[in-house]
């Protein structure tokens, strides 16, 4: 059974790393593994081994072992052989540097992860662009592209895209020149699957075909064509197009 946990952000508000799901990430995650820890890719992020620092530090406080894939000389020695992870956190920064990385470096680990997370082998954690990657595509970011990907490939988990970090019109800065509403609404010119606007605060579980969100902001779904509708916290949304 697959089962996806997608966070919008690192951080909400003046919260620290982390804080505001801490609760969701243990119970995700169930009880600590000894013999099989989380295995984390940093490849999102301009420094791999700061990111990787940060996030085994506050897996640690909640009882988690960690190790980062780019301790291994080879990304695909991580999966050679028997499981030896209880899941995956793929982190946030650049998703155009992370698809750079999962596909360049040294060896394409793309499918490997695909089919551990499809088949239920291991759980998934993405957070703000490890979030995006789950989807079918990388194209609903507002990210620089601090690397040209091989594609815009994401690992397909889902069948919609996220827009993590949404924040609506009414609640934009005055003197924001596009709003992430309209840069939505300009990606259904072109493309066709549905967007979930995710606010800093929330996450999305999944468990097979139920998708559930939870946080204390509603998100905006956006369809090609239509207008868009507000999703409530813990409402099981469907997204089909």
Same mark, same amino acid.
């Given at each position: 059974?697959? %089962?996806?946990?997608?966070? #919008? #952000?690192?951080?909400?508000?003046? $919260?620290?790393?982390?804080?505001?799901?801490?609760?969701?990430?243990? #119970?995700?995650?169930?009880?600590?593994?000894?013999?099989?820890?989380?295995?984390?890719?940093?490849?999102?992020?301009?420094?791999?081994?700061?990111?990787?620092?940060?996030?085994?530090?506050?897996?640690?406080?909640?009882?988690?072992?960690?190790?980062?894939?780019?301790?291994?000389?080879?990304?695909?020695?991580? =999966?050679?052989?028997?499981?030896?992870?209880?899941?995956?956190?793929? $982190?946030?920064?650049?998703?155009?540097?992370?698809?750079?990385?999962?596909?360049? =470096?040294?060896?394409?680990?793309?499918?490997?992860?695909?089919?551990?997370?499809?088949?239920?082998?291991?759980?998934?954690?993405?957070?703000?662009?490890?979030?995006?990657?789950?989807?079918?595509?990388?194209?609903?970011?507002?990210?620089?592209?601090?690397?040209?990907?091989?594609?815009?490939?994401?690992?397909?988990?889902?069948?919609? %895209?996220?827009?993590?970090?949404?924040?609506?019109?009414? %609640?934009?800065?005055?003197?924001? %020149?596009?709003?992430?509403?309209?840069?939505?609404?300009?990606?259904?010119?072109?493309?066709?699957?549905?967007?979930? $606007? &995710?606010?800093?605060?929330?996450?999305?579980? &999944?468990?097979?075909?139920?998708?559930?969100?939870?946080?204390?902001?509603?998100?905006?779904?956006?369809?090609? $064509?239509?207008?868009?509708?507000?999703?409530?916290?813990?409402?099981?949304?469907? &997204?089909?197009?």
């Amino acid at each position: 059974m697959k %089962q996806l946990l997608l966070i #919008s #952000s690192y951080y909400s508000g003046n $919260g620290g790393y982390l804080e505001h799901c801490e609760s969701v990430l243990k #119970s995700f995650l169930g009880p600590p593994d000894n013999k099989k820890p989380i295995l984390f890719i940093p490849y999102a992020a301009g420094d791999w081994d700061v990111s990787a620092k940060k996030a085994i530090a506050k897996f640690s406080k909640l009882g988690y072992r960690m190790k980062s894939i780019h301790e291994y000389a080879l990304p695909k020695e991580a =999966f050679s052989g028997r499981v030896k992870f209880s899941a995956i956190v793929v $982190g946030g920064g650049n998703v155009f540097r992370l698809r750079y990385y999962l596909k360049h =470096f040294h060896h394409d680990i793309t499918e490997i992860v695909k089919e551990n997370i499809n088949d239920g082998t291991l759980r998934y954690v993405g957070i703000h662009a490890g979030s995006v990657m789950a989807c079918p595509k990388i194209k609903t970011v507002i990210d620089m592209p601090a690397l040209l990907p091989p594609d815009f490939n994401g690992f397909d988990f889902i069948d919609f %895209q996220l827009n993590p970090r949404f924040v609506s019109s009414s %609640q934009a800065s005055i003197g924001m %020149q596009e709003s992430c509403e309209e840069c939505i609404r300009d990606y259904h010119w072109n493309n066709d699957l549905p967007v979930v $606007g &995710l606010p800093e605060a929330n996450w999305l579980t &999944l468990k097979n075909e139920d998708c559930v969100m939870y946080g204390p902001d509603p998100a905006l779904i956006f369809k090609k $064509g239509k207008n868009p509708v507000w999703w409530s916290n813990r409402e099981n949304g469907t &997204l089909k197009r």
